[in-house]
């Protein structure tokens, strides 16, 4: 019964992330039918006409429907920006504005207003970043993004850090205040111990690829909203085929959730191999988790060492944890 409810609340959030993608795109849904919003995409004259006397809607075109279902086939793949109008330029959308951004510091501010992306954008901008070149490129096309909401309240991009050849990948959720000052991932409190991590693994932070599951800090460091997670997506999948590390670890429940889309609680699901894009992914938590409860250090340390074992790497000698 319990099993039941947790599916069908599962079904109810995927739901409302696809409608989110689709409105988002200019898609609504009114009177029993999805149709498209004047405000997203000018339907023709004759049809805006029509779509007047009809009041609010009016049926979907082939082209819209292909394109429905194509995000409810991959919405993923259609989260991403239009490519840049010259060669080099940074990825912004025009429809995009920046929006001024509402704080300067750490404290909470109002939630940011997503920006107005149609789908159509995002589909010729996921072709700009599956093309990608290199790590650099992807960088550059980061920095200009304001595919979402979170592009209003961030100082910098954080992209992430590391060796481009990395055999090790670590994923976190989002960039909290250091990491948004200082463009890096990673840099707070909770990235000293995640350096101590590595370090106990016998590594350098310099040896492995550091990232985030979204590239622009949330408001207030609240959990990424699922429409952005979705909109981040494609520059995550980009680095991961640049990289092509060996083993992915994941860094606590948002980064799960965002990579793996399950849902169930991190302390049941560290510590079991996982696959994401055909790579290993070993889930452990994360270490602004350990921080504020050090007792789990033991356990991410077991998850650790089962990295090192498939990377066929021993375990430094005296080490016993971070
Ligand atoms: S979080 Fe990702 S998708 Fe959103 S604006 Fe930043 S880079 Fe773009």
């Keep these: ?40 995409i000018e ?25 429905l279902k ?20 940074p990825l912004a959308h025009p429809a995009a504005t920046p929006i001024k951004r509402s704080r300067e510091t750490s404290a909470p501010g109002p939630p940011a207003k997503p920006a107005k992306v149609t789908l159509k954008d995002r589909t010729e901008g996921a072709k700009v970043i599956a093309a990608a070149e290199d790590l650099e ?9 304001y595919m979402c909401g979170l592009s209003a309240g961030r100082t910098h991009t954080v992209p992430g850090e590391g060796n481009p050849r990395a055999a090790l990948m670590f994923i976190g959720e989002a960039p909290g205040y250091h990491e948004d000052v200082q463009g890096r991932p990673f840099v707070g409190r909770a990235g000293e111990l995640l350096t101590k991590m590595i370090e106990a693994m016998g590594l350098r932070r310099e040896d492995v690829y550091i990232a985030n599951i979204v590239k622009c ?3 207030g460091n609240r959990d990424p909203l699922p429409e952005e997670m979705l909109a981040c997506e494609p520059y995550l999948k980009r680095q991961i085929e640049l990289i092509r590390p060996k083993i992915i670890c994941a860094l ?11 849902t169930t609680p991190i302390s049941q699901l560290r510590g079991q191999w996982r696959t994401y894009q055909n790579i290993p992914l070993m889930p452990t938590f994360h270490p602004a988790y350990l921080l504020r409860n050090p007792g789990g250090k033991r356990f991410a340390w077991e998850d650790l060492k089962a990295i090192l074992a498939r990377l066929g790497r021993p375990v430094p000698a005296g080490r016993s944890g971070p």
């Design 217 to 219: 800090r949330p408001p």
């Design 252 to 262: 606590g429940r948002i980064a799960i959730q965002g990579l793996l889309r399950e």
């Design 137 to 145: 490129r992807l960088r550059d096309l980061i920095s200009g993004c």
């Design 43 to 67: 339907p023709p004259a004759a049809e805006r006409v029509e779509s007047a006397k009809a009041g609010r809607s009016r049926p979907m075109t082939a082209e819209e429907r292909a394109a």
């Design 70 to 89: 194509a995000a409810l086939t991959d919405p993923y793949a259609r989260l991403v920006p239009r490519p840049p109008a010259a060669a080099g330029a």
């Design 1 to 40: 019964m319990i099993e039941n409810r947790k599916k069908w609340q599962e079904l109810l959030r995927q739901t409302r992330a696809y409608l989110e993608v689709l409105r988002d795109g200019g898609i609504v849904f009114a009177e029993g039918r999805f149709a498209k919003s004047t405000a997203g």
